[in-house]
C-alpha cells in the first residue's frame, strides 16, 4: 500500500471549516483514499473514502485531486467533539484489510 | 445496537501469565482483526479472520494465538504474556474482506510486570 503525508498538526477556530491535507503521490490505480479519526485513545473512526469522484456524506466531504496524488478532507462546521487525529490511508480492496495508519494529523478545534 | 464490544478494557498481568481478550460484533460481519497501538509507532495489525474457521498473521503475530470459531467472536490470546506487549488494543470489524470501512472496539489497554 502507498504511504501518505500529512500535517502534524492543524487548529481550527470552532464552527469554521477544517481543511485537512493528504499527499499520496505513490497512490497506484485500485487504491481508495480513506478517511478514519481517532478521539484520545478511542477506537478509530471511519469517516469517508473515495476513488478518483469527490465524497460527501453526512459526515465530511472528500475531495481528491484530478491526478490522485494528494486530498483533501473537509468538515464543514468544526466543533469541538472533532478535536482528534485524523487519519489518511491509502488501500486497495485485496482482502487483508490491513490499514497502515502512520502518525496523522492532530486537529484541535478551538472555541 | 450495531457495535463491536472488547473485555476486559483495562488489565494489568504478570510476566508469563495466560491471558485472553474477547472481542464480539453484532454486525454479522464476516472480517475481523487485532491491532496493536504503541506511542510513535501507529496501529498495527496482529492477526486478521476473513471468515469461521480462517485467520492470517499481520505485520506483528509473534506472542499472539487468535481463533475463530464462530462469526461474532475473535478472542485475542496471549499464552506467556511478556512486558513488551504492553499496548493497548483494538479489536475491529468489517461488513466485508476488501471493504476497509472497518468498525472499530473502544480498546483493550493492557499492562504486563
Given at each position: 500500500?502507498?504511504?501518505?503525508?500529512?500535517?502534524?498538526?492543524?487548529?481550527?477556530?470552532?464552527?469554521?471549516?477544517?481543511?485537512?491535507?493528504?499527499?499520496?503521490?505513490?497512490?497506484?490505480?485500485?487504491?481508495?483514499?480513506?478517511?478514519?479519526?481517532?478521539?484520545?485513545?478511542?477506537?478509530?473512526?471511519?469517516?469517508?473514502?473515495?476513488?478518483?469522484?469527490?465524497?460527501?456524506?453526512?459526515?465530511?466531504?472528500?475531495?481528491?485531486?484530478e491526478d490522485r496524488k494528494?486530498?483533501?478532507?473537509?468538515?464543514?462546521h468544526a466543533t469541538l467533539?472533532?478535536?482528534?487525529?485524523?487519519?489518511?490511508?491509502?488501500?486497495?480492496?485485496?482482502?487483508?484489510?490491513?490499514?497502515?495508519?502512520?502518525?496523522?494529523?492532530?486537529?484541535?478545534?478551538?472555541? | 445496537?450495531?457495535?463491536?464490544?472488547?473485555?476486559?478494557?483495562?488489565?494489568?498481568?504478570?510476566?508469563?501469565?495466560?491471558?485472553?481478550?474477547?472481542?464480539?460484533?453484532?454486525?454479522?460481519?464476516?472480517?475481523?482483526?487485532?491491532?496493536?497501538?504503541?506511542?510513535?509507532?501507529?496501529?498495527?495489525?496482529?492477526?486478521?479472520?476473513?471468515?469461521?474457521?480462517?485467520?492470517?498473521?499481520?505485520?506483528?503475530?509473534?506472542?499472539?494465538?487468535?481463533?475463530?470459531?464462530?462469526?461474532?467472536?475473535?478472542?485475542?490470546?496471549?499464552?506467556?504474556?511478556?512486558?513488551?506487549?504492553?499496548?493497548?488494543?483494538?479489536?475491529?470489524?468489517?461488513?466485508?474482506?476488501?471493504?476497509?470501512?472497518?468498525?472499530?472496539?473502544?480498546?483493550?489497554?493492557?499492562?504486563?510486570?
Open positions: 500500500d502507498a504511504k501518505t503525508t500529512q500535517p502534524t498538526s492543524m487548529d481550527c477556530a470552532e464552527g469554521r471549516a477544517a481543511n485537512l491535507p493528504c499527499n499520496h503521490s505513490t497512490i497506484s490505480g485500485n487504491e481508495y483514499v480513506y478517511w478514519y479519526r481517532q478521539i484520545h485513545s478511542q477506537g478509530p473512526q471511519y469517516i469517508i473514502h473515495g476513488l478518483k469522484n469527490n465524497e460527501t456524506n453526512e459526515m465530511a466531504s472528500l475531495i481528491i485531486t494528494s486530498s483533501t478532507l473537509i468538515l464543514p467533539r472533532d478535536t482528534a487525529v485524523y487519519y489518511c490511508i491509502v488501500a486497495d480492496q485485496t482482502g487483508a484489510n490491513n490499514l497502515f495508519f502512520g502518525t496523522g494529523t492532530r486537529l484541535t478545534v478551538i472555541p | 445496537e450495531a457495535q463491536v464490544t472488547q473485555n476486559p478494557r483495562y488489565l494489568i498481568t504478570v510476566t508469563g501469565k495466560k491471558l485472553t481478550v474477547t472481542c464480539s460484533q453484532n454486525m454479522n460481519h464476516e472480517y475481523m482483526s487485532w491491532y496493536r497501538q504503541d506511542p510513535g509507532l501507529g496501529l498495527r495489525q496482529i492477526y486478521y479472520s476473513m471468515n469461521v474457521e480462517v485467520t492470517d498473521k499481520g505485520d506483528v503475530p509473534e506472542g499472539y494465538k487468535v481463533s475463530r470459531k464462530e462469526k461474532r467472536n475473535f478472542p485475542l490470546i496471549l499464552e506467556s504474556p511478556s512486558p513488551n506487549q504492553t499496548s493497548l488494543y483494538f479489536c475491529a470489524s468489517s461488513p466485508w474482506t476488501g471493504g476497509n470501512e472497518q468498525f472499530f472496539g473502544p480498546g483493550t489497554r493492557l499492562t504486563v510486570l
